[in-house]
T-cell receptor, first 109, second 114 residues
Framework: SQQGEEDPQALSIQEGENATMNCSYK?????LQWYRQNSGRGLVHLIL?????REKHSGRLRVTLDTSKKSSSLLITASRAADTASYFC?????????FGAGTRLAVHP | DADVTQTPRNRITKTGKRIMLECSQT?????MYWYRQDPGLGLRLIYY???????NKGEISDGYSVSRQAQAKFSLSLESAIPNQTALYFC?????????????FGPGTRLTVL
């Protein structure tokens, strides 16, 4: 069974808008990671947030983590057409990553 | 990531055939993983290895086997392929010395079992 569940499953926005994706998980974690996948390609690591952190930034990305609610969010600000991809959260515990089903983001010019 | 390569990139085979997917890495990482991705589902872990000769089952290991004879190589075998093993397969690596277990993925192998 998958640990993380992303919401929404699909998101369609215009360039320049912000995109927010959410992830919920079930068990204790060491950290939570977000990955990006362009259609049919391998996943690329975006950002990692540790269980003792609440917020982290990297360029146009902002990740939050609420361990009491077992949830995380990924915010992409000022989106671009090139941000079109699937985004996955992955929880790290017991030396393994467990991935959610992903959010498909479409950014229209 | 060009440091993690997978061969073949695409494969069409028939039910009952034995198939081997290869993964090689030049990152010097000790940990390697095989995942399967189906439409609408995230990646599911098949097998993983933390060192040469170390093999651990993941979430969906039935019908698969792996071999880790060298640090840089991790191969996945389907002894007798069946249609529901049609999927996109990814190899990944990570470094034991790095906190967090960030993983680096290969480009994937698209396998179709007829």
């Amino acid at each position: 069974s998958q640990q993380g569940e992303e919401d929404p499953q699909a998101l369609s926005i215009q360039e320049g808008e912000n995109a927010t994706m959410n992830c919920s998980y079930k068990t204790s974690i060491n950290n939570l990671q977000w990955y990006r996948q362009n259609s049919g390609r391998g996943l690329v690591h975006l950002i990692l947030i540790r269980s003792n952190e609440r917020e982290k930034h990297s360029g146009r990305l902002r990740v939050t983590l609420d361990t009491s609610k077992k949830s995380s969010s990924l915010l992409i600000t000022a989106s671009r057409a090139a941000d079109t991809a699937s985004y996955f959260c992955a929880t790290h515990g017991y030396n393994k990553l467990i991935f959610g089903a992903g959010t498909r983001l479409a950014v229209h010019p | 990531d060009a440091d993690v390569t997978q061969t073949p990139r695409n494969r069409i085979t028939k039910t009952g055939k034995r198939i081997m997917l290869e993964c090689s890495q030049t990152k010097g990482h000790d940990r390697m993983y095989w995942y399967r991705q189906d439409p609408g589902l995230g990646l599911r872990l098949i097998y993983y290895s933390f060192d040469v000769k170390d093999i651990n089952k993941g979430e969906i290991s039935d019908g698969y086997s792996v071999s880790r004879q060298a640090q840089a190589k991790f191969s996945l075998s389907l002894e007798s392929a069946i249609p529901n093993q049609t999927a996109l397969y990814f190899c990944a690596t990570s470094d034991l010395r790095e906190n967090g277990n960030e993983q680096f993925f290969g480009p994937g192998t698209r396998l179709t079992v007829l």
